[in-house]
Nanobody
Framework: QVHLVESGGGLVQPGGSLRLSCSASGNVYSFNAPAWYRQAPGKQRELVASIARGPNPNYTDSVKGRFTISSDNARNAAYLQMNSLRPEDTAVYYC?????????????????WGQGTQVTVAS
């Protein structure tokens, strides 16, 4: 089995910073296309940032210039540095990635979600 575990959420004042981490564990052969989503109460889950298989990350407009996504494939991990946080950034943040698992001589790629970590921005 493969799991994604997020950490780093919490309560922060407006203007503050948080760094979210996401780590894959289990039968991990490869770790690709990590992305961060968020879901605020009463709203649909939205894509915040992603690293597709190309060189440049993608960000939703509301976080451009404030959030930075990065990954460390050797550690099967991804990160989201969040600066200048606003109350409207309050949400549960989810990590998502394409994880390859080795089963005998075959590689199976699974799209895996983490359990989510709460980020609350309030004074």
């Amino acid at each position: 089995q493969v799991h994604l575990v997020e950490s780093g959420g919490g309560l922060v004042q407006p203007g503050g910073s948080l760094r979210l981490s996401c780590s894959a564990s289990g039968n991990v052969y490869s770790f690709n296309a990590p992305a961060w989503y968020r879901q605020a109460p009463g709203k649909q889950r939205e894509l915040v940032a992603s690293i597709a298989r190309g060189p440049n990350p993608n960000y939703t407009d509301s976080v451009k210039g404030r959030f930075t996504i990065s990954s460390d494939n050797a550690r099967n991990a991804a990160y989201l540095q969040m600066n200048s946080l606003r109350p409207e950034d309050t949400a549960v943040y989810y990590c998502n990635a394409d994880i390859g698992t080795l089963n005998g001589d075959q590689i199976h790629v699974l799209n895996i979600w983490g359990q989510g970590t709460q980020v609350t921005v309030a004074s």
